[in-house]
Each structure stands twice: as C-alpha cells, then as structure tokens.
C-alpha cells in the first residue's frame, strides 16, 4: 500500500512541471495571437486591403469653355489691336480658354470650341466649322461672325449673331446687327471687330454664355455630375 501511494504520489509530482509549461506556452502566444492582422480567408473579419464598399467616385472638374478666334485674310498672328484675335484678353477675363487661328484653320482644325468668333473670311470659315461640329454629333456652338465674307453659308445653329457694316451681306439663319446703326459708324472693315461699341456687343453675348456655363456647373453636384458641362449653342 506505500508502495501504492509512493508510485501515485510521484506521478502526481511528476504531472506538474508539464502542466506548468503547458499554461506558460498558452498564456506567452495569447498576446501574440491578439496582434496578429485579421485573416483574408475569414468571412467575419473585414480586411484592411479592401475598399470601403460604398465609396462615392470623385467628380471631374469642368474645364471651362473654349473660344475659337478666327481671323480674316491678312492676320496670322494673334494681337491686341486688329482682328478678332484682340479679344483674346478680355474674353480670359471673362474665364474663357482661347485660341485664336486664321481662316485656313491651319493650326486649330481638330479644337472643339463652345464659342466661334469670326471676322471677313473667317466669319465664313467660323460657319463652316460650326456645322462640321454638328455633324459630327458635337454639341452646337455660339456662333459670332463679324463681317462675314460675301458668300458665306448659311448659320448651321440657332444661337448664331452676324454684325456687318455697309457692303457686307445678312447671313441666313443668324440675327443679323447694323454695326453703324449699333455705334460703329464710319469704321472700316479691319477696324470693325476691334471698335469698342462691337466688343461690348460681342462680351455681351460671351458674358451671357459664362453666365449659363456657370449655372449649369452650379447644378452639377445635386445632379451627381450628370448636368450639362455647357449650355446648348443650338
């Protein structure tokens, strides 16, 4: 019977260092286990390499409209003082990009612009472009011609202004402006697009247009971005 309880009683002792390390082993990787990052492969843990699921795409930012500047025969340089091209300044005041080119539209070809100012020959060329857009399913521009050359095309749009001194024929389907009647009496042709009383008929119009572009902007986010980028020229 000692013999008995000597055999069980060593055994009993001998169970304890096990047990001992056993609970240490436990107890040193619990933290570990705590720290470690949250499985792929787990359904109910959510991993931090995934997207939020319902993250709202950034809106594009508008760049604002474009006004094509066409000058006639004998002007291939942009300036300040003769051609349409001088508006160039105040039409980026107004918040407008600009290009300007001559009537061959030999450097502007392939520019979709939401407006088109044109004097003499390109007053005709502006028209010509204007219902090459429409074909090709772009919206219609704001069309300004400024003494269109004799023989131009009829205006392919419904937003479409001509303003033309003696000599100088009405183009159809645009609202045709006396320039003398206007204020500009007794100027010349070249001088005409430059005359102050024809800028301010001109920035009216192109002021009008920022003033919708703008609106339309405005509107965009309410819409989800789906509004209009510029307002129709037609």
Known sequence: MKGVKAKFGGSRFAAWPIAAMLWGALGWSAPALAQQPPSLFAPWQVSPLLPPPDSAPV??????????????????????????????????????????????????????????IGHSLGGSTALTFARDLVRRGHEAPLVITVDAAPGSPPCPVAHCINIHGPGFPN???????????????FVNHASLPTHPAVEAMILDQTAAFMMQWRSAQAERPSEGGAGQSRPRGG
């Open 171 to 185: 183009v159809r389907g645009a609202r045709n402006i006396d320039a003398w009647a206007a204020g500009a009496r």
């Open 59 to 116: 809106p594009v930012p508008q760049q604002p409209p474009l006004v094509l500047l066409l000058d006639g025969l004998g002007v291939y340089v942009e300036t300040d003082y003769v051609g349409v091209s001088a508006l160039a300044r105040p039409l980026r005041q107004q918040g407008f990009r600009t290009l300007s080119d001559t009537h061959f539209l030999n450097r502007q070809a392939r520019a979709v612009p939401d407006v088109i």
